[in-house]
């Protein structure tokens, strides 16, 4: 079953401006991760937050979590051309084999518009 | 530090025909991850090695998925007889374990699947 999901789907907004996405989640999670992925390159790690964290900042992105309902939010602010990609959150439900596999949501399509 | 690397970045085959995938990991990672996105869905959870031995395999589709990972260094993952619904990028990603009680992968580039 479909561990995450972000929400909206696409997003499209002028440079300069702030971006945000939202994620929820199903099962109870120790720590959730936010990726990038521009077109053609594999995904990258930009930032996690831990279940017992709420806040969390890294330059111009900053991560809620909110363990009660089971989501969260990464805000670019500033936005650059250069973040144009795709954003995916991540989280680490532990298996039924207690391994630490990442299950990934459909991910949000971000365009910045010079 | 090399990343993960992936080969090939994009493969087009016939329906019924055979590809196999192969994905070399950052030295020294024992977890060694396959992934699969098709069309614009979910990166979905395929397998996950630790070392040579699969961890979980919950995620393959059917048994015309093989992966192998001999030697706990490099992993192949064979298509075989290939499907119109296997068209997808197939991504591989590694990670040392838990750091910190978190597991951060790193991805390869992906490998696209066409399947005509």
């Known amino acids: 079953s479909q561990q995450g999901e972000e929400d909206p789907q696409a997003l499209s907004i002028q440079e300069g401006e702030n971006a945000t996405m939202n994620c929820s989640y199903k099962?109870?999670?120790?720590?959730l991760q936010w990726y990038r992925q521009n077109s053609g390159r594999g995904l990258v790690h930009l930032i996690l937050?831990?279940?017992?964290?709420r806040e969390k900042h890294s330059g111009r992105l900053r991560v809620t979590l909110d363990t009660s309902k089971k989501s969260s939010s990464l805000l670019i602010t500033a936005s650059r051309a250069a973040d144009t990609a795709s954003y995916f959150c991540a989280t680490d439900a532990r298996s039924n084999f207690g391994n630490e596999k990442l299950t990934f949501g459909t991910g949000t399509r971000l365009t910045i518009i010079p | 530090e090399a990343g993960v690397t992936q080969f090939p970045s994009h493969s087009v085959i016939e329906k019924g025909q055979t590809v196999t995938l192969r994905c070399d990991p950052i030295?020294?990672?024992?977890?060694l991850y396959w992934y699969r996105r098709v069309m614009g869905k979910e990166i979905k959870f395929l397998l996950h090695?630790?070392?040579?031995?699969?961890?979980?395999e919950s995620g393959m589709p059917n048994n015309r998925f093989l992966a192998e990972r001999t030697g706990g260094t490099y992993s192949t993952l064979k298509v075989q007889p290939a499907e119109l619904e296997d068209s997808g990028v197939y991504f591989c990603a590694s990670s040392p374990g838990l750091l910190s009680g978190a597991n951060v992968l790193t991805f390869g580039a992906g490998s696209r699947l066409t399947v005509l």
């Open positions: 090695f630790v070392k040579e031995s699969k961890q979980d």
């Open positions: 099962t109870s999670i120790n720590n």
């Open positions: 937050i831990r279940s017992n964290e």
């Open positions: 030295s020294g990672h024992d977890n």
